[in-house]
């Protein structure tokens, strides 16, 4: 199976000669470098027997047929894909400039409005502690030692 990531399907290509693993390869490795997928490794069975430590190499350059190749061409570009998409003209241009001028300008609002909150809440609860005091506990008045009347009351 095969995505195209220009239009997002799937497809199952053809591939036009032998040259690959002969039979179902498991536990391998691979990436796609260029217009090649490099294959290396892996076992032809699910324990682990038969490990190989074979490589192989499959020629993607054409659109849904491939080819197994004994060599490698850095060079080799890939099939053009013809593409509807249209190219920005000049006056979308300087709109993209000024859309990233609005999102630099958010995001310094959005941070110092970060800090004035900051300060403004800062501030607020030291006031509050200052007005209604910090003992934040209650401590129970002290028995007193003489004769004098006690008229406080214990909670």
């Known amino acids: 199976m095969a995505l195209d990531t220009v239009n997002f399907e799937w497809s199952i290509p053809t591939i036009k000669n032998a040259g690959g693993p002969t039979i179902g390869l498991r536990r391998f490795t691979s990436i796609l470098i260029g217009t090649y997928?490099?294959?290396a490794f892996?076992?032809?069975k699910t324990n682990g027997?038969?490990?190989t430590n074979?490589?192989?190499l499959l020629d993607v350059s054409q659109k849904n047929n491939y080819q197994w190749v004994t060599s490698y061409d850095?060079?080799?570009q890939f099939q053009q894909i013809p593409t509807t998409t249209t190219m920005p003209s000049a006056t979308s241009n300087s709109s993209q400039s000024n859309n990233v001028g609005y999102n630099v300008g958010s995001?310094?609002?959005i941070a110092f409005g970060a800090i004035a909150g900051i300060i403004i809440l800062s501030t607020a609860s030291v006031l509050i502690i200052r007005k209604y005091g910090y003992p934040l506990y209650y401590?129970?008045?002290k028995?007193?030692?003489s004769d004098e009347p006690n008229n406080e009351v214990y909670i």
């Open 49 to 51: 027997i038969n490990s």
């Open 107 to 109: 995001i310094i609002g």
């Open 54 to 56: 074979n490589f192989f």
């Open 42 to 44: 892996g076992s032809f």
């Open 74 to 76: 850095p060079t080799k």
């Open 37 to 39: 997928i490099f294959i």
């Open 143 to 145: 028995e007193a030692s």
């Open 139 to 141: 401590s129970a008045p």
